[in-house]
Structure formats: structure tokens, C-alpha cells
């Protein structure tokens, strides 16, 4: 599966942006999707993950309450809303899809890598 993150830019602190992942191909729906993120000079965090059906979510403890994963199977897309911006926030951002069940925080575990959006929060 090919994977093509969207809906990066510049928002100041407190505001909302909403990233998209559009996914080539009919497997998409087989697949447990995640987003990632990378600032510069860190190692990339997991940020969440959504199970194959969207029934099941899992986040980072630092966006909980914040971010809200999604996805539109008939779409071929992924989501991620992203509220109450902080400059924490600030980085790549990158959608990754993984062929098992697991929900993994790992990026070791997922098998196809989007390109990465930058999100930049001002404060």
C-alpha cells in the first residue's frame, strides 16, 4: 500500500488542524493504521493508532483528550483532528500502516510509511 499525508501547516497555539492519509489500493481496510511524529533532532513518537474496522483507538498519552484518530474505508483515508494545538506539537508528521492486529506504538512495527507533513504550532 502507498500512503500520501496531507493537511500540514502553520497554526498558532490552541488552534486545530486536521491531517489526512490517502491510501492506494483495495487493502486498505486490512490494515491497522497509526500516525507518528518527528521533531527535530528526537526519535519518532507514537502519536495513535485506529484498528482495521475504527472500533478501536489508542493515543499517546501527551495528545489524549487533544487528537482524535478516524478513518473512512470506503475512502481509503485516514485522519487525525488535531485540537488545542501547543508548540510541542511541532513536527513531522507521518501515517503508517501495519499488518497486524496489535495497535503497536512501535514504528518498527509498521510496514508502509507515508511522506510526513510538517505541523508547526507558534506560540
Known amino acids: 500500500v502507498q500512503l500520501q499525508a496531507s493537511g500540514g501547516g502553520l497554526v498558532q497555539a490552541g488552534g486545530s488542524l486536521r491531517l489526512s492519509c490517502e491510501a492506494s489500493?483495495?487493502?486498505?481496510?486490512?490494515?491497522?493504521m497509526g500516525w507518528f511524529r518527528q521533531a527535530p533532532g528526537k526519535e519518532r513518537e507514537f502519536v495513535a493508532a485506529?484498528?482495521?474496522?475504527?472500533?478501536?483507538?489508542r493515543y499517546a498519552d501527551s495528545v489524549k483528550g487533544r487528537f482524535t484518530i478516524s478513518r473512512d474505508n470506503a475512502k481509503n483515508t485516514l485522519y487525525l483532528q488535531m485540537n488545542s494545538l501547543k508548540p510541542e506539537d511541532t513536527a513531522v508528521y507521518y501515517c503508517?500502516?501495519?499488518?497486524?492486529?496489535?495497535?503497536?506504538?512501535?514504528?518498527?512495527?509498521?510496514?508502509?510509511w507515508g511522506q510526513g507533513t510538517q505541523v508547526t504550532v507558534s506560540s
Open positions: 489500493g483495495r487493502t486498505f481496510r486490512s490494515y491497522c
Open positions: 503508517a500502516a501495519d499488518r497486524s492486529l496489535g495497535l503497536s506504538t512501535i514504528p518498527d512495527d509498521y510496514d508502509y
Open positions: 485506529i484498528n482495521w474496522s475504527g472500533g478501536t483507538t
